[in-house]
């Protein structure tokens, strides 16, 4: 499965962006995707993740309440709203398929990662 993030950029604090990841190849429909994130000289770390058809997320304590995942099967498509954004928010955003059908916080869980997309947000 090939990955294809977008949607990163520059962002003032409290501000929103929303990230999109296209997968390609091998569809991932029956897999768990999820969003992870490496901000600089910090490891790479799970931010959200979605069921394979949606219907369970998981979001990190950091982005809870202001995050949110989706996905459109159709498109074998998913996204990061992300709200209210803060400083400590800016990172490589990575999109990732897992190996079930679920998602996981562990790195390892997943087989097929994206390039990244940059989020910066100033304060």
């Known amino acids: 499965v090939q990955l294809q993030a977008c949607g990163g950029g520059l962002v003032q604090a409290g501000g929103s962006l929303r990230l999109s990841c296209a997968a390609s190849?091998?569809?991932?429909?029956?897999?768990?995707m999820a969003w992870f994130r490496q901000a600089p000289g910090k490891e790479r770390e799970f931010v959200a993740g979605?069921?394979?058809?949606?219907?369970?997320?998981s979001y990190s304590n950091s982005v809870k309440g202001r995050f949110t995942i989706s996905r459109d099967c159709v498109k074998n498509t998913i996204y990061l709203q992300m709200n209210s954004l803060k400083p400590d928010d800016t990172a490589v955003y990575y999109c990732?398929?897992?190996?079930?059908?679920?998602?996981?916080?562990?790195?390892?869980?997943?087989?097929?990662w994206g390039l990244g997309t940059m989020v910066t947000v100033s304060s």
């Open positions: 990732a398929v897992a190996r079930s059908a679920v998602s996981s916080s562990v790195n390892n869980a997943y087989t097929s």
């Open positions: 979605i069921s394979w058809n949606g219907g369970l997320t």
């Open positions: 190849g091998r569809t991932a429909s029956n897999n768990g």
